[in-house]
């Protein structure tokens, strides 16, 4: 009977309705309130792409969702984000506690830092680099990065199981055989004596690339690096059980390459991603130049 009052209230008064069904008005509201809303199919398309995007990027706020639903073609807003992720319970992978890999008791010299009251405009102007720790199901393995703190693209990276300093001199050759050296170019590191080691900065010096290292138990003189330590650990490290240290090669250099550096958006780069914010940069270069020939 309510049914009836509720499909013919189009195009009849309610209250005659009501009355005609001899049914109070108040009944009919209340059954109104209770009954199942229409599906909006839109809606439901856009909770299986935000449960995609969960799924691929877990340390994804609402904010960063809806910026990467924006660059794919979605008209949505932060608030709608907001709410279906809340109805979905899509919360975010609790962080973990950061633990230091760095030795700088050694013997060899330390370099001054030369980032801090740099200006970086381009890419290939100051590199940064980093080392992290990887546990595995029985030994812990170790990954040295290096990215280029303008767009901060990662462009060479290593993974073995000791912390001597043929990994980071891997990465390093990776990254040179990759973007290879404009003038100016300054590599920033902590005082690790990985990037301390004769090997390591005599290689920097036969590329002439400038030196630089952070100050003593300062690790925001690396912020750039160290935050995207976190961005790796939480969005891949922690979501995959590695069984092995080729395992893990194959994971996090997939990760590296085709997704943080090519899908994931970053807040600091106006929510483009790092391969995207690069290319813009070099179209533009290339631009002026033509107009300026």
Same mark, same amino acid.
């Given at each position: 009977?309510?049914?009836?009052? *509720? /499909?013919?209230?189009?195009? @009849? ?11 109070? +008005?108040?009944?009919?509201? =209340? ?27 877990? *340390? ?6 809806? $910026? ?17 992720? +809340? ?15 760095? @030795?700088? %008791?050694?013997? &060899? ?12 405009? #381009? ?18 393995? &170790?990954?040295?990065?290096?990215? /280029?703190? &303008?767009? =901060?693209?990662?462009? #060479?990276?290593?993974? /073995? ?18 973007? #290879? ?9 902590? =005082? ?12 920097? *010096?036969?590329? %002439? ?6 100050? $003593?138990?300062?690790?925001?003189? %690396? ?6 330590? $976190?961005?790796? $650990? ?11 240290? /080729?395992?893990? @090669? ?31 940069? %070099?179209? @533009? ?9």
């Amino acid at each position: 009977m309510l049914a009836s009052i *509720r /499909d013919l209230s189009s195009s @009849q008064p309610v209250n005659g309705l009501c009355q005609l069904a001899h049914v109070p +008005r108040c009944t009919y509201y =209340r059954h109104l309130q209770q009954s199942p809303k229409a599906i909006d199919p839109y809606e439901t398309e856009l909770q299986s792409r935000i449960q995609s995007l969960c799924i691929e990027f877990p *340390r994804y706020g609402y904010r960063m969702v809806t $910026k990467q639903l924006q660059a794919d073609g979605c008209r949505v807003n932060h608030k709608r984000i907001l709410r279906l992720m +809340r109805r979905d319970n899509l919360l975010c992978v609790r962080k973990r506690h950061w633990i230091s890999t760095t @030795q700088s %008791n050694h013997r &060899y010299l330390v370099y001054p830092n030369l980032a801090r009251e740099h200006t970086v405009d #381009g890419p290939n102007q100051l590199w940064v680099a980093d080392i992290t720790y990887i546990r595995l199901a029985w030994e812990f393995i &170790y990954l040295a990065v290096l990215l /280029d703190s &303008y767009s =901060r693209l990662a462009i #060479g990276w290593a993974l /073995d199981r000791s912390l001597e300093t043929s990994l980071t001199l891997t990465a390093l050759q990776m990254a040179l055989k990759r973007r #290879g050296v404009q003038p100016g170019l300054i590599h920033h590191s902590d =005082r690790g004596v990985q990037y301390a080691s004769d090997d390591y900065t005599a290689l920097l *010096r036969h590329h %002439n690339i400038t030196i630089s290292m952070s100050r $003593k138990g300062n690790p925001y003189d %690396n912020a750039k690096v160290e935050s995207f330590m $976190k961005t790796l $650990k939480q969005n891949e490290v922690y979501l995959v059980e590695y069984r092995s240290l /080729d395992d893990a @090669q194959t994971n996090i250099a997939h990760f590296l390459q085709n997704v943080y550096n090519q899908r994931r958006l970053h807040s600091s780069l106006g929510y483009q991603t790092p391969q995207a914010f690069e290319d813009r940069f %070099n179209a @533009q270069s290339n631009l002026e130049a033509t107009l300026s020939a």
